[in-house]
């Protein structure tokens, strides 16, 4: 999921920009990100399931929820030129023709600051419906 991120990813970056393969966590788990700015960090996949229905002998249905983020970290006080058409393209990333399988793709857009930075974290999630079976 995370390689399908990044192929999207680096269709739709605006000059300005650019997109690493790298994790965005250093060896000591301390963000990356922070480090180098207008750089597009994309993280690995963290998978969940809640139940849907459940029925004694095990058998049930579930949802299964595959969430990625990815940041990018800006100077807060003078965005760079291209910014909101970054957001908007990375926002679209959920869209992917080529993610498919899931019933429900979203993502959120989440703004917090440290220090003069600004920093963007786009949360994609895609949810699918598994069917448990004996």
């Excluded at 959920?94 to 930075?117: E, H, M, W």
């Excluded at 949360?123 to 448990?132: E, P």
Aim: hydrophobic share 40%; proline share 4%; charged share 15%.
């Amino acid at each position: 999921m995370r390689q399908y991120i990044l192929d999207y990813i680096a269709g739709v970056m605006v000059t300005g920009f650019r997109l690493t393969q790298e994790l965005p966590w250093d060896k000591d788990s301390g963000p990356l990100y922070l480090t180098n700015m207008k750089t597009v960090y994309v993280d690995s996949a963290q998978t969940s399931q809640d139940p849907l229905i459940d029925v004694l002998n095990g058998a049930g249905i579930v949802n299964e929820t595959t969430t990625i983020s990815a940041y990018v970290v800006t100077d807060a006080k003078i965005l760079p030129p291209g910014y909101a058409n970054l957001v908007t393209a990375i926002s679209g990333t959920r869209l992917d023709p080529a993610i498919t399988g899931y019933t429900q793709k979203t993502t959120a857009v989440n703004t917090s600051f440290q220090a003069d930075a600004q920093i963007t974290e786009f949360v994609f999630n895609f949810t699918k419906v598994i069917v448990n079976s004996q």
